[in-house]
């Protein structure tokens, strides 16, 4: 599992390695070798500047092949596939709280089948935390305010670790579960228990209940944007910028709705802050994104703002 | 290689020329200066190291049954606080550094003997809001504060702590303030930049990283103080604020203040090896820029802290790449110190045992860097105990091991008296094996995916944490043995020659201990750094200057 990140790292164990053995029988030879005799006296030695060259630019070469390898491992990790199943991950003090787009919830637990892209969607109720499956290689911190994502895809079915490794408070060290990776029928056996539904009806039944159908109608007469196909599309701003339509900006559009308003339209759309919770806010994301079917999953990926993550495992 | 004049031991010096405590309290001698720091980070570094010993008991279990939950956290943040603020950064430039760049360019005191007592005053002041925020309940943010939990979550004393080390940061400002101009403006006739010691081009590298770093840790911590207690929206995001703008801002100083920790004990180690080796350092123009290179470059790479924290891939990229960058000076350094054995004539003393060990873990904690800087590994050992181990070899393997290497090469200088030297090679050996037992473990645990700051942990990570409380044990003797033995030898210790190790240098040219302004009369530099070949020819007389 998670080859990729220990290839690298045995790597630079290994390169590290022989520089340590480098430098320490060097250093041991030497202080053996030229112990004080009486009589010997040291043999003054200016320094050699070919050789100071020499040794900055073969640890710098082998240093950018290190960077580039790490760039490479770290750039695909941050790029979620765009079919991966997406699981609503937010996290609070302290514990983890799951949503599966299919509508199952866990708590300090999430069952994933065997073999498929898992994308998780993050947030912060409260600190920063940080979810970290070691045996997966994968972590990424968890912000209040705002998505992160991160994604993996198992490949032994088992139990296995999830930590919180950002400090977040009292029990802290207590904000474990783990992630239990299910053959594909077993997966599906679980799945069919416990649904209220899908989250994205969740979302449609929120919609409504918020009025925010009233605007955002599923026409051109509407005094909001159609959010029909808007998910994973480039969105004109009334500055002139561009945006990508991401989860992340669905979010600040339902909480700060006057931080980027659409090219064409008025700035009259109340804030939701505080009205909504982190959950609803999840469905009505996954609401949105239902409605650009083609788009699903077309989150901005590595090349985003800031957010993104995640890690192959294989 | 002692020397045969043994300097009578009632001549006038600056510790027998005044008695009284207010002699000492209002003293403006850079050498009384240093020892009032050294007393007062002595103090520190036992409370930190308390600490220390409570959290590695704590470990020994992975059930957490000695201390509650919250007392752990408190445990943890101050160990970081107390030992990072008020240890380690003072540590070498504010008692040795005071001490001896004046000694060692040939001047009477820093520019600003005044202001170098004030330092030490607001290194008291902060010290004392730090034991008092101590004991009327702790803090409990981690030493790094972060966004929210330290703003908006935390019930404890954290503006008063914010305070305490904010204090304390305008000691480390002036601080570097004296040194910088001491270096520019008060070198002896004769004392060229090419002929500084090394130990004075790495406390002018950590002078300049004080002076521009540390304002912007003290506007941060006003910045949490600020949002805590007025709730201004800075970081918090329910404000309106930013929690990643304060972790950018925190490592914009506190990644360079690993450099301010660093650097002095590469200057100590510099002066150690050429005068164990008998040798010019190799390469001194190279070891002497790697300084400043490291000062210039060690601002630039301060979001490799952040890799996973949310930040974008390409800003990523970027500070992965520039880490590199400061890595190469560090390697420079080591290759020209390994060099500077070859062909020597090396000697066996605790100091340079002391150095050999900065090599070792300085070796390895720089190479452990690597893999923190190189962004695949990094999502893996980030925030892990990977993390835990490599810091402490370079704060603790590289600084600490510096500082006490240091504090046995000038101690004869600094107390005018010998310390036991079986004793001091064995407390080296006891440091080098005590730290690899406690910290090596760590980077497997690390590895193996144990998070910092657990309190109670899997059982399958137990046994690599006996291991390393058991090496922390063993840490402990090698910590408390110099001090014994150092106060024993003020009392019991032989009286020290001036120049006990025939080491070169100005600072040996004063008698030991000085007098209070070092030089009879103001030397002239004729010769360059490190002359031991005109030292061990017995050129020594021609030295027109005698303290």
Redesign the interface.
């Known amino acids: 599992m998670a080859g990729n990140v220990d290839a690298l790292f045995i790597f630079l164990v290994i390169i590290s390695g022989l520089m340590t053995l480098l430098i320490f029988t060097a250093v041991i030879y030497f202080a053996a070798r030229y112990r004080h005799q009486r009589g010997v006296p040291a043999e003054q030695i200016e320094g050699s500047t070919p050789l100071e060259i020499t040794w900055s630019i073969i640890p710098l070469a082998v240093f950018m092949v290190i960077f580039a390898w790490g760039a490479v491992v770290y750039f695909k990790s941050r790029t979620p596939p765009r079919d991966a199943t997406e699981v609503y991950v937010v996290a609070k003090q302290w514990m983890w709280k799951m949503e599966h787009a299919e509508g199952q919830r866990e708590i300090n637990e999430l069952h994933v089948p065997v073999g498929r892209d898992v994308k998780l969607i993050m947030t912060s109720q409260d600190v920063i935390h940080s979810f970290f499956v070691p045996a997966f290689r994968m972590k990424q911190d968890v912000l209040p305010g705002r998505y992160t994502v991160a994604w993996f895809r198992a490949t032994q079915p088992g139990t296995y670790h999830l930590f919180c490794s950002q400090y977040c408070g009292t029990q802290h060290s207590g904000m474990i579960g783990s992630i239990v990776v299910m053959e594909p029928a077993q997966y599906e056996a679980w799945m069919s228990g416990g649904s209220t539904g899908p989250l994205s009806a969740t979302g449609e039944k929120l919609f409504a209940e918020l009025g925010c159908s009233t605007c955002h109608r599923t026409d051109t007469q509407g005094r909001g944007p159609n959010l029909q196909g808007v998910f994973g599309k480039p969105v004109l701003l009334q500055d002139g910028r561009t945006v990508t339509a991401d989860e992340n900006y669905i979010r600040e559009s339902i909480l700060d709705p006057g931080a980027k308003i659409v090219n064409g339209f008025k700035p009259v759309m109340p804030t939701f802050q505080g009205l909504v919770s982190e959950e609803q806010l999840n469905a009505l994301v996954a609401y949105v994104k239902s409605l650009s079917p083609a788009a699903q999953s077309a989150t901005k990926t590595a090349n985003a703002a800031p957010q993104g993550s995640g890690t192959q495992v294989q | ?1 002692a020397t045969t004049t043994i300097a009578p031991a009632e001549r006038e010096n600056y510790l027998n020329k005044e008695y009284g405590l207010g002699s000492w309290l209002l003293t403006t001698d850079h050498k009384r200066i240093a020892l009032l720091y050294l007393i007062s980070i002595t103090f520190f570094f036992f409370i930190g190291g308390f600490f220390a010993l409570l959290i590695r008991l704590e470990l020994l279990t992975p059930a ?1 049954d000695l201390v509650q ?2 007392t752990y ?1 408190k445990l943890f943040t101050q160990h970081g606080q107390v030992m990072v603020f008020f240890f380690l950064i003072p540590s070498i430039p504010a008692v040795l550094g005071n001490f001896l760049v004046p000694m060692m360019i040939g001047a009477k005191d820093l520019a600003f003997p005044r202001i170098n007592l004030l330092s030490w005053y607001l290194y008291i002041i902060g010290g004392a809001l730090m034991i008092h925020a101590m004991l009327t309940g702790g803090v ?1 943010t ?1 030493w790094t504060f ?1 966004t ?2 330290s703003t ?3 019930n404890t004393k954290v503006i008063e702590a914010g305070l305490a080390i904010f204090i304390a940061g305008f000691s480390s400002i002036l601080t570097g303030l004296n040194f910088i101009v001491t270096i520019h403006r008060m070198r002896a006739p004769g004392m060229t930049w090419s002929r500084l010691p090394l130990f004075i081009w790495a406390h002018y590298a950590t002078s300049i990283i004080q002076i521009l770093g540390t304002p912007v840790i003290a506007i941060t911590l006003v910045l949490v103080v600020a949002e805590r207690a007025l709730h201004l929206g800075i970081f ?3 404000l309106g604020g930013d ?2 703008l304060f972790q950018h801002l925190f490592w914009f100083y506190s990644h360079p203040a690993v450099y301010i920790m660093i650097l002095p004990s590469m200057g100590v180690v510099s002066e150690i090896i050429a005068c164990f ?4 350092i ?5 070891v002497a820029i790697s300084s400043l290179s490291i000062a210039v470059f060690g601002f630039l790479v301060w979001a490799h802290h952040m ?8 800003a ?2 970027v500070f ?2 520039l880490s ?1 960058s400061v ?2 000076p560090s ?2 350094k ?3 110190w ?2 500077t ?8 003393d605790a100091p340079m045992l002391y150095a ?1 060990g900065f ?2 873990l300085f ?2 904690g720089g ?2 860097g ?2 923190l ?8 050992v ?3 105990y990977f993390v835990i181990a490599h810091f402490h070899y370079i704060m603790v393997g590289g600084a600490l091991m510096g500082y006490l290497g240091g504090m046995h090469f000038w101690w004869p200088k600094i107390s005018g008296k010998l310390y036991p030297e079986g004793w001091a090679r064995l407390a080296a050996l006891i440091v080098f094996i005590g730290f690899n037992l406690t910290f090596f473990p760590q980077f497997i645990l690390g ?3 144990m ?8 059982g399958e990570f137990q046994v690599l944490n006996v291991l390393s409380t058991a090496g922390a044990t063993v840490l402990g003797v090698g910590y408390l043995l110099p001090m014994i033995y150092f106060l024993w030898s003020m009392r019991y210790g032989k009286p020290a020659p001036d120049n006990p190790w025939n080491a070169a240098g100005l600072e040996w040219q004063t008698q030991s201990p000085p007098t209070t302004f070092n030089f009879e009369k103001e030397p002239v530099v004729t010769w360059e750094a490190y002359n ?2 005109e030292i ?2 017995g050129h020594k007389e021609e030295v027109p200057v005698v303290g």
């Open positions: 290689m957490g939950a919250d956290n409990d981690g972060y929210p939990f908006a979550f935390s918090d995001p329910k929690p990643l080796a008998r040798k010019r190799f390469g001194y123009t190279f890799f996973v924290a949310g930040i974008s891939v390409y990523a990229l992965s790449l590199y890595a190469v390697a420079v080591v290759f020209n390994t060099a054995l070859y062909k020597g004539s090396i000697h066996y050999f090599l070792g070796t390895i190479l452990t690597l893999f800087a190189c962004l695949g590994v990094d999502m893996h980030h925030d892990t590895y193996l995916g998070p910092r700051r657990y309190y109670q942990y899997p031991y070949d061990d020819a």
